[in-house]
Each structure stands twice: as structure tokens, then as C-alpha cells.
């Protein structure tokens, strides 16, 4: 499309002068020359539509007429509800006036003029901070809240200085206070662990809870229970009561053993006479047997179990974890009792083809069935 030539037209204080680059979408800027002298590229639609009408001192004339009007308006002295003019503010370098004002509470901010005739700021800040959320010898539980801080947490509430009745003062925020989070200082919790520590004292010792046997209590919540197993801990009651714990570490391994794969490491243990550690723990993978003298590893894998494509990446973690620490794994198929003897059969034939006679022999291990 071809656009009337423009040369020599005048646009508000523009005068058009010479076509210059091309846009991309095939319009053009053109050179201009202001009546204050300066010359400047302009694009041809905002010429023609009267959008740009000078080099840009048509605007900070504006301003600056705008800023006498604010002077003559404004007064040192003159009051704006909080905040009273002190002078006039020429850190702030801008085309809007700022006037430095002293607020009531004694805060010092600065504030555009138009803004002070218009209402739209009438303190430094403090009035929000007052009004809105104004919490003052209003009670929380044990708290009471004394005054707002300049501090604020890290999600932007007003910090509030509290007294507790226990003579304390802390520091939490009104969104914590109103929601009730927060009641006291610590002391209301410290109070109520140890009334239930009392009470425990006289309610459960002699209690059975799954395989745990309360034997006596420490402190506070926590007791003294003895597993079936033999193994003891300290456990809060409530965990108790609420079935949270009902058996120790080793017990809770155990059960998630197989009953095949316990079959399996039972078989070994008496076949070579040596302790096979159940449920291995390596980082954060468990792996079904281990035999500490020989460094080896035991994967009893059911088809079931680890056929889905979770247990094979979680198998190949496994593989890597026991390259990195220097180990011997080995997996065996079991997925039934008539696997066993083959799966018995392939760790020994292991056993056979990586360890030597004297090897097998100076761990302790049984060696004449295997050779």
C-alpha cells in the first residue's frame, strides 16, 4: 500500500522532514524537526492520529506548569488529616512535585502532591497499619497485644509485641493471633505435656499395644515398652493409644519379608550356617538378604511383585546402589515353595564359581555342600 508523501507537514510542533527506516509490518518512521529545535524519529500513524505532537517538551512543559499550580496550592505547614508539609522534596528527580511531610506518629515520608490534595494518602502508613489490624489489649488465650512493631514476618504481616501471663513477651504476628495458632508463649504446651504426663503415669503401664508391652513411664508422654522380640523403646502414648506403633523396627522389617523369601534365607542360614541380616538397609533401599562376611546381597524376586514397570526401575537403583558400594548382589526367581530349591541351588552355584575353598573357610561358612 503507498501512503501520501507527508514532507513538509506540520503535526502540533512536528514538522515532517525526510521518510526514514521502514517497520516490519511495512509502516514508516519518519525524521522530524521540533519547534524547540530538536529533531526526532516519529512513526507515521502516530504523526497522522496526533498521538505525538512534539519531541517530547510539550509534556514537560505541562508538568512543570502542573508543578508551579501544586506549589502555589500547597503550603509549608498546610495539614492533610496525619501528615503536615514540611518542604518541598527535590531528592525525588520526576516531573510530579514531592512534598516531605511529618506524619502524627512521627514518621517522615514524602508524598506527590496531588496525591496530599486528593486525599489519597493521609499518613505515612501508620494508619493502615492501625486501623485495619488493630489489636491492641485484645486477649489470645494467654496473650495479650501490647503495641504493632516496624518488624514484619516472612510472609508480610505486622509483627505484634505480646505479654503472656506468665510475665513473657514475644513477638507473633495479628494473622497468627486471629487465627488462634498461637495461645501462649510456650508455656500453655509445656503445661498440658506435663498434666498428660501424670495421667499416663496412672492409665496405661501394664497395657499390651500390638507386640508392645508398657513397662514403665520416663517422662512426660513417653513410656518404657518392650517388644515381643525382646527390643525396648521409649513411645510417646499417643502413639500407642492411636495404634501409630504396635512393634519395633526389626519386627516391622520382618513382616514385610515374604513368606517364600523368609523360606529362602532360613534354607541358606542352615545350609551354611551363618547369619543371612533380613531387610538390609542401603540409603534409602531395602534389600531382602545380606551376608556381611562375603559382602553379597540377596533379591528373592516374585514374578508378581516386580513385573511392573515401578519394581524394574526401583530394581535397576538397586543394582547401581550395590555396584557403588563395592557389593555382590544376586536375584534369584521365587515364587513359590517348589523355587526354593532351585533358588538355593543358583546361590550356591554363585558361592561356587566367585569364592575359593580357603575364603569360605576363613568366614566361618560351611563349605561341603556347596563343593
Not at 501462649?184 to 498428660?196: H, T, V
Not at 523368609?262 to 534354607?267: A, E, G, P, V
Amino acid at each position: 500500500m503507498r501512503y501520501p508523501d507527508i514532507t513538509n507537514y506540520r503535526f502540533g510542533r512536528l514538522v515532517a522532514l525526510s521518510k526514514d527506516k521502514r517497520t516490519k509490518y511495512g509502516g514508516y518512521y519518519w525524521k522530524c524537526k521540533c519547534d524547540c529545535g530538536k529533531e526526532t524519529v516519529v512513526l507515521r500513524n502516530s504523526l497522522t492520529s496526533g498521538a505525538t505532537r512534539s519531541c517530547g517538551c510539550l509534556g514537560r512543559e505541562a508538568s512543570i506548569k502542573n508543578g508551579k499550580a501544586n506549589i502555589k496550592n500547597i503550603k509549608e505547614g498546610t495539614r492533610f488529616e496525619k501528615l503536615v508539609v514540611m518542604k518541598r522534596d527535590n531528592s525525588i528527580q520526576k516531573n510530579i512535585v514531592y512534598w516531605s511531610c511529618k506524619c502524627d506518629c512521627g514518621g517522615i515520608c514524602s508524598v506527590a502532591g496531588w496525591k496530599l490534595r486528593k486525599r489519597y494518602v493521609i499518613s505515612c502508613g501508620c494508619t493502615k497499619r492501625y486501623v485495619h489490624n488493630n489489636i491492641t489489649q485484645q486477649r489470645f488465650g494467654k496473650l495479650v497485644a501490647i503495641k504493632p512493631l516496624r518488624e514484619k514476618s516472612r510472609t508480610g504481616s505486622i509483627l505484634w509485641e505480646c505479654i503472656c501471663d506468665c510475665g513473657n513477651t514475644v513477638k507473633y504476628s495479628s494473622v497468627h493471633l486471629k487465627a488462634k495458632g498461637v495461645k501462649s508463649c510456650g508455656c500453655l504446651q509445656k503445661e498440658i505435656i506435663k498434666k498428660i504426663g501424670k495421667n499416663n503415669l496412672k492409665s496405661i503401664q501394664g497395657r499390651i499395644f500390638g507386640k508392645w508391652k508398657v513397662v514403665s513411664h520416663i517422662k512426660y508422654g513417653y513410656w518404657l515398652c518392650r517388644c515381643e522380640c525382646g527390643k525396648e523403646a521409649n513411645i510417646l502414648k499417643i502413639n500407642l493409644v492411636s495404634r501409630k506403633s504396635t512393634q519395633c523396627d526389626s519386627c516391622r522389617l520382618a513382616s514385610r519379608t515374604s513368606k517364600i523369601s523368609i523360606r529362602l534365607l532360613n534354607n541358606i542360614e542352615k545350609v551354611l550356617q551363618i547369619q543371612v541380616v533380613r531387610e538390609h538397609k542401603i540409603e534409602n533401599r531395602y534389600f531382602d538378604g545380606y551376608i556381611p562376611q562375603l559382602g553379597l546381597l540377596i533379591e528373592s524376586d516374585g514374578s508378581y511383585w516386580h513385573s511392573s514397570n515401578i519394581a524394574k526401575k526401583i530394581d535397576k537403583e538397586k543394582d547401581k546402589l550395590a555396584k557403588q558400594k563395592g557389593l555382590d548382589l544376586i536375584r534369584v526367581q521365587n515364587d513359590s515353595e517348589k523355587d526354593i530349591e532351585k533358588a538355593t541351588k543358583k546361590i550356591f552355584k554363585y558361592l561356587y564359581n566367585n569364592y575359593s575353598k580357603s575364603f569360605l573357610q576363613e568366614n566361618g561358612i560351611k563349605y561341603e555342600f556347596i563343593y
